[in-house]
T-cell receptor
Framework: ETGVTQTPRHLVMGMTNKKSLKCEQHLGHNAMYWYKQSAKKPLELMFVYNFKEQTENNSVPSRFSPECPNSSHLFLHLHTLQPEDSALYLC???????????FGPGTRLTVT | AQSVTQPDIHITVSEGASLELRCNYSYGATPYLFWYVQSPGQGLQLLLKYFSGDTLVQGIKGFEAEFKRSQSSFNLRKPSVHWSDAAEYFCAVGVLYSGGNKLVFGAGTILRVKS
């Protein structure tokens, strides 16, 4: 497996469910990111982790909870989501905090 | 505040024709600039980047972009478009914050290629 992988690729969940998105990078990078991509809106940065430490929380609601156990893995824990949270969630990684980012294929989330 | 403007939401070109996608940014310092491409249902793929040096940068798939500081622009070009280039293209600027650099993206330009 190479690059940045994300699982699952598609997820449908009810508003009372709890689920997690997983991201893994095989590039030896030190920084990882979560982005949200909604229809008709620019890509929004959600969280940044650098060497496992969170360095950015872009005013994301607490129903989204990130976890970065090591530099290769990033999770996004979801609970009591709203229908407006339906979007494509993209994970990215970079060698350093000031270098180009490489993206995974995304998880298409639908909240019913 | 930092921002990126891609003025064209949709562009349609004929296969074999040249292409230019426009990007303007607003950022007070020397920017890091990027172009990414996204095919339907996929993540973003890096086409090219500008950090410093030569203002004309070459990327993958025959794309190039030119940084013009006086115009705050970073337009993407390709001399001859192929049908497989149909996708959505995003321009982004890297901006400094206390934790490092983060990307601010434009709204994207959807490229359609007609045969």
């Amino acid at each position: 497996e190479t690059g940045v992988t994300q699982t699952p690729r598609h997820l449908v969940m009810g508003m009372t469910n709890k689920k997690s998105l997983k991201c893994e990078q095989h590039l030896g990078h030190n920084a990882m990111y979560w982005y949200k991509q909604s229809a008709k809106k620019p890509l929004e940065l959600m969280f940044v982790y650098n060497f496992k430490e969170q360095t950015e929380n872009n005013s994301v609601p607490s129903r989204f909870s990130p976890e970065c156990p090591n530099s290769s893995h990033l999770f996004l824990h979801l609970h009591t989501l709203q229908p407006e949270d339906s979007a494509l969630y993209l994970c990215a990684s970079s060698r350093g905090i000031d270098t180009e980012q490489y993206f995974g294929p995304g998880t298409r989330l639908t909240v019913t | 505040a930092q921002s990126v403007t891609q003025p064209d939401i949709h562009i349609t070109v004929s296969e074999g024709a040249s292409l230019e996608l426009r990007c303007n940014y607003s950022y007070g310092a020397t920017p890091y600039l990027f172009w990414y491409v996204q095919s339907p249902g996929q993540g973003l793929q890096l086409l090219l980047k500008y950090f410093s040096g030569d203002t004309l940068v070459q990327g993958i798939k025959g794309f190039e972009a030119e940084f013009k500081r006086s115009q705050s622009s970073f337009n993407l070009r390709k001399p001859s478009v192929h049908w497989s280039d149909a996708a959505e293209y995003f321009c982004a600027v890297g901006v400094l914050y206390s934790g490092g650099n983060k990307l601010v993206f434009g709204a994207g330009t959807i490229l359609r290629v007609k045969s």
